[in-house]
DNA sequence: ATTCTTTTTGAGACGGGATATCAATTTCAA
DNA sequence: TTGAAATTGATATCCCGTCTCAAAAAGAAT
């Protein structure tokens, strides 16, 4: 049995849902996936590559996208690539980006997540994620 | 002369302070660029080839870097393109995003933007913009 | 279990956005 | 005016992510 069962049970509950198929890879690489906090394809792909030579990088790419779908991910743009956030991670991290050289910082800020809380039920939500960017120059650029 | 005069001080600013010139593309794609909330480099590159069909793609990333290092512009990643944002357009607001209908509501909130910048200043950063997008169910939805 | 339809996979081709290259040109301080 | 240093433009190149398509796998029906 898994470790990561609830999550494998969310992914096939989306797959019943869209006559998708459960398969040897997506649950591989779901296994992988829900390791990390967050990581790329690439990174995925070189890892897994031990256990399945054979397993291409497109597949990654789909099924990480189709994890984006399922609700499981959320896909991040950094400059020229894209992470791929653990969504059930429980230590959410925001990011600090410095628009001069492309610095990231990540930080947490048990505050804000307090406040966004309150905001989202005055407005009747109920928040799944969220994605905090703050964009500025570092200490280095402003100089 | 210009109705960007203020910016232009600053790029001058920014360029004298790393022995970088003063070009007559860096003002010809600066009066351009202020006049948009946000553009990519493609974009900015076909309005500008009325007026200076000779004026190269690559000189308009480069001058756009260049905008950003000097605290003028903002890069965004959007998909696969990177959005460039006009730092003197003010008029901010943050999302609600509904996962189940994709209802977005606008918000505003002072609270989390002060703690935003302890934030950024416990880190050395000058913050120029943020981007906050809460996801999850509105009330209709988690019915 | 076998058959059959549908989905998925893997390998590589492909495409688009952004950067690197480099000779020719421009800037600007001396 | 001159010359060192920076910039430009054209294009080659890189890199990430998607597309293609024949072969394989899933899973429902029999």
């Not at 779901?30 to 790329?40: C, G, P, R, S, V």
């Not at 030579?53 to 991040?76: D, K, S, V």
């Not at 959410?92 to 997540?113: M, P, Y």
């Amino acid at each position: 049995m898994s470790k990561h069962a609830k999550e494998m049970e969310i992914l096939k509950e989306h797959l019943g849902k869209h006559q998708l198929k459960f398969t040897r890879q997506r649950e591989l690489i779901l296994d992988a996936f829900l390791k990390q906090e967050h990581i790329t394809a690439e990174e995925l792909y070189h890892q897994l590559a031990r256990k399945d030579p054979h397993l291409g990088l497109a597949t990654i790419y789909r099924t990480l996208n189709l994890f984006c779908e399922a609700g499981l991910a959320q896909a991040r743009h950094f400059g020229t690539q894209t992470q791929y956030d653990n969504v059930s991670h429980k230590g959410h991290h925001d990011h600090l980006i410095c628009t001069g050289c492309g610095k990231i910082v990540e930080f947490e800020n048990c505050d804000i997540e307090r406040l966004q809380e309150e905001v989202a039920s005055r407005n009747g939500f109920t928040i799944q994620t969220h994605r905090l960017e703050l964009y500025g120059l570092c200490s280095r650029c402003r100089h």
